[in-house]
């Protein structure tokens, strides 16, 4: 009997030990735990604590970090004064020529400037050249009080606009990036949406962004001077394996080293988002490493030619069949490698189509499969308006008839 029980003290005991050992492995709540290396985050390493790459013309992400993390983006904010001034030109509200008068509180901007003087002319193009070469702040606040009568209102209609393209973190406090403060931020997503917009909505600002050097002319009461515009994108100068077509460079004590690159390689066109990179070497090579990412791991396929485009049946009109178009290019971006000569098209249209019509109006569909799986569709729309048949319309059709 006391051989049983030493056995059963032995048993107990040796449980109560694994027991506790187990929990003893166990972390606490809310305890840092180690992922495994499956895990980790695919696609390359960068040294800035934020960043973002994106396929312009489809808005695909190939890569992100801390891609939500709200942070003071510097001279970036520019690319949202630029989107406006283009939106602007495209409205017919100001033009190119148009000749800016400089005003004292645009002449007061410190940091980056082209020491502009109150009281001083500069054309609108003139203006854009300094914002987008050198990231001029007086050229962004005389920008903004043309457009908008004072800068205060002009940041007005920068959140507004930041608010339709769905930049959740953006919160614009100047046009210009010269608020050192965290309250004026945006994450490197809201960053991509608006580099899309301006590069997909005026690839004109092309034009500006890839200038390396540059001169001005200063027409000022103390008489005229030429004054050089330097590229502050050092990435245009840099030896890559794509095209470098812009866009916009930042600096703050609190902001860091932020950029915004574009590059164009075989029909591609993508944006790379860095925020506060430790240096400006850095904020360099790290928009360079996701460029070279992004350039070696997708390939676009865009369909200019949708082929022989059928018309579409219509009731009650005045013609029994309208003519359609596609409502936008389709663009699929491939990551793995994809053979694009398997995609098949298929037209759905509406079965009962009944007049009237009106141009523009969605018809139908044209969706694109790759080995039988969807990957997207565009919209079939009306190539041109279509009445509705009326009674007089059938006694025509009816006279025409019988005179045959």
Request: net charge negative; glycine share 8%; aromatic share 6%.
């Amino acid at each position: 009997m006391k051989r049983i029980l030493s056995v059963i003290c032995a048993a107990l005991l040796l449980a109560a030990v694994l027991c506790q050992s187990a929990f003893a492995q166990k972390p606490e709540i809310g305890a840092e735990v180690s992922a495994p290396a499956s895990a980790a985050l695919e696609g390359p390493q960068i040294q800035a604590p934020c960043g973002i790459l994106m396929e312009a013309s489809t808005g695909t992400l190939l890569y992100e970090k801390n891609a939500d993390e709200a942070r003071n983006p510097a001279s970036v904010t520019k690319i949202m004064t630029l989107l406006l001034t283009f939106d602007a030109l495209k409205s017919g509200k100001i033009a190119l020529t148009d000749e800016v008068v400089t005003s004292a509180h645009a002449k007061s901007m410190g940091g980056s400037q082209v020491f502009l003087e109150e009281g001083e002319v500069q054309t609108v193009e003139t203006l854009i050249k300094c914002i987008v070469i050198a990231s001029g702040n007086d050229a962004s606040v005389a920008m903004a009080e043309y457009i908008a009568g004072d800068e205060a209102s002009f940041v007005q209609m920068m959140n507004e606009r930041a608010k339709g393209l769905g930049m959740e973190q953006a919160n614009f406090e100047d046009c210009c990036g010269l608020t050192d403060s965290a309250s004026h931020a945006m994450s490197a997503r809201d960053i991509a949406l608006m580099t899309r917009e301006l590069i997909t909505k005026y690839p004109e600002i092309f034009n500006y962004s890839t200038i390396w050097m540059e001169n001005i002319t200063h027409v000022t009461k103390q008489g005229t001077k030429e004054f050089g515009l330097s590229n502050t994108n050092k990435l245009l100068k840099m030896a890559t394996n794509f095209e470098v077509t812009g866009l916009k460079t930042g600096s703050t004590s609190t902001a860091k080293y932020c950029l915004s690159a574009t590059a164009r390689k075989d029909g591609v066109e993508l944006i790379a988002v860095i925020l506060a990179a430790p240096d400006y070497k850095a904020r360099f090579n790290d928009a360079v490493t996701l460029l070279n990412y992004g350039y070696a791991n997708c390939r676009l396929y865009t369909d200019e030619d949708v082929g022989e485009i059928p018309e579409v049946q219509i009731l009650g009109g005045v013609q029994d069949t309208v003519p359609v178009r596609i409502d936008k290019p389709f663009s699929y971006l491939g990551t793995s490698g994809e053979d694009f000569s398997g995609i098949e098209k298929e037209w759905i249209f509406e079965t009962e189509l009944k007049a009237p019509v009106q141009e523009g109006e969605i018809v139908g569909k044209l969706v694109y499969r790759l080995n039988g799986k969807e990957i997207g569709q565009v919209d079939v729309v009306a190539a041109k308006e279509v009445p509705k048949e009326t009674f007089f319309d059938v006694i025509r059709e009816v006279w025409e008839a019988a005179l045959l």
